[in-house]
Structures are given as C-alpha cells and as structure tokens.
C-alpha cells in the first residue's frame, strides 16, 4: 500500500513539471519553429488554460508535500517518545536492581550478625558453662528459631 502511496505522491510534482514545459514550449515557440503548432487554432488560450491548470497541481503537490512532511514528524515524535520510554523503562530496571542487591546485602548482613552472635554465644557456653552463658546460648538458639524463615 505505501509503494502506491509513494508512486502517486510523485504524480503532482511530475504533472507540475510537464505543465511549465507545455506552458514554456505554447509561449516562445511558434508554428515556424515546430509544425505541431500550427494545428492548434490558439496556442496563447491553451497556454493560458495549462497555466490554470499548473497553478492547481502546485496546490495538490503542496498538500502532498505537507502531508509527508506531517507523517514524517509525526513518525520521529513517535520514535522519540518509544526512545524515552525504553529509557525510563531501563531507569527502573536499574532502580529495581540496585533495591534487590541493596535488599540481599542487608540481608546477608544480617545472617551473618545472627550466626557471629550464636557462635559466640555457643563458644562461649563451651569455654565456661555457667548458667549466664548458658542463657545467651538460649537467646541466640531462640532468635535463629525466629528468623529461621527469613534466612
């Protein structure tokens, strides 16, 4: 479909052409310099009428031209908005990633407290096994007991 839309964009501007050649050729030359000009009965209202008729295909290839150059701005504002949306996609895409990663840091942040601190506690219990130690070590297996899930 757009070849033909393409082909008959063409037909104003190459009309518009073959009218001043016409127009050009019924003004300066006369019967003497080509024989065809003889046969028509006035050449200065045929010329007036090609004239007519070139003014209104200048028009019609106006529209064309106009019309192109609206689909073509239209077609670059398009791109430029999808450009912007796959930016602003990519932004968010980013900031998603560096929440994740910052998510998963502090979570390994916080499985390692909680294993330093049940190591302590259990060495602790193991070097001296008095009843203040034994209560850390409590401590420690109760709060693995509560973040088990999360870890």
């Known amino acids: 479909m757009s070849r033909w839309i393409n082909f008959l964009a063409l037909l104003p501007s190459t009309s518009l052409t073959l009218l001043i050649i016409s127009i050009a050729f019924l003004r300066f030359y006369d019967e003497t310099d080509f024989l065809i000009l003889g046969q028509l009965t006035s050449p200065r209202l045929w010329s007036n009428r090609l004239t007519l008729a070139a003014i209104v295909v200048a028009v019609v290839n106006l529209g064309v031209e106009w019309n192109r150059r609206n689909r073509e701005t239209d077609r670059l504002?398009?791109?430029e908005g999808q450009r912007a949306e796959d930016e602003r996609r990519r932004r968010e895409n980013r900031a998603r990633a560096a929440a994740r990663r910052a998510e998963e840091a502090e979570r390994q942040t916080r499985r390692a407290r909680v294993e330093i601190e049940r190591?302590?506690?259990?060495?602790?219990?193991?070097?001296?096994?008095?009843?203040?130690?034994?209560?850390?070590?409590?401590?420690?297996?109760?709060?693995?007991?509560?973040?088990?899930?999360?870890?």
């Open 77 to 79: 504002d398009r791109a």
């Open 119 to 151: 190591d302590l506690a259990l060495l602790t219990f193991l070097a001296d096994p008095s009843e203040q130690n034994r209560q850390k070590l409590t401590q420690a297996i109760a709060l693995l007991s509560e973040y088990r899930d999360s870890l």
